[in-house]
Nanobody, 122 residues
């Protein structure tokens, strides 16, 4: 059974940085998308950053609120996704979730991590 495990969350002052990691345990084939979402209290879950595969290349896109501050990346060999977060703001405070989407033929699998808390103090 595949599990996604996030790490790297914590408490940081505004202007600081954190790096989140998401590692998959078990075997995942043909990952089509790796993404980070976040959910703040009282808000809906929103996508923060995505890596989407087109052919053999992964393309990144970001929510407008984090462009220029956050960077999503992956380790090709170990099925690990990262989210480097710089210049953090109090409004970035949320639980961050990673999501992997795998497509093989007509089958699709969607995996979620348990979430990691990020708190940015002013």
């Amino acid at each position: 059974q595949v599990r996604l495990v996030e790490s790297g969350g914590g408490l940081v002052q505004a202007g600081g940085s954190l790096r989140l990691s998401c590692a998959a345990s078990g075997s995942i084939f043909a990952i089509n998308k790796m993404a980070w979402y976040r959910q703040a209290p009282g808000n809906q879950r929103e996508v923060v950053a995505r890596l989407t595969r087109r052919g053999s290349i992964y393309y990144a896109d970001y929510a407008d609120s984090v462009k220029g501050r956050f960077t999503i990346s992956r380790d090709n060999d170990r099925n690990v996704a990262y989210l480097q977060m710089n210049s953090l703001k109090p409004e970035d405070t949320a639980v961050y979730y990673c999501n992997f989407d795998s497509v093989l033929g007509d089958s699709e699998w969607d995996y979620w991590g348990q979430g990691t808390q990020v708190t940015v103090s002013s």
